[in-house]
């Protein structure tokens, strides 16, 4: 008698972990494409460098902080709007590499 209760619990404890198992897939795929979904969306909005405050230029621009997103944001103050996307290299701190690769993400409205 005690065999047969436990080989039903061990049956019943190897199907329960196959389902889990066959289940953990479609939820992790789902979450995936939901936080895909969302970095594209995220990488896909343009960032006007005359109207973005220091947490939207630290936020959405790849290598750019908070200190980096002041200067930016002092710069325009003191010089006014900017008139091109080039003139973003004038910032201290900002080389052509951080510009290159935040290039597509930039606007001047």
Known sequence: MYKTVFSSLIVAFLVSIS???????GKSVDSMSSGEEL???QQSA???LNAADVETLSRDLSGIGA??????????????P???VDELLEVKGIGKAL???N???LVIQ
């Open 19 to 25: 389902l889990s198992a066959a289940a953990a897939p």
């Open 39 to 41: 970095t594209q969306a």
């Open 46 to 48: 343009k960032v006007n």
């Open 67 to 80: 200190a980096k997103a002041k200067a930016i944001v002092a710069y325009r103050e003191s010089n006014g």
């Open 82 to 84: 900017f008139t091109a």
């Open 99 to 101: 510009l290159e690769k």
């Open 103 to 105: 290039r597509d993400r």
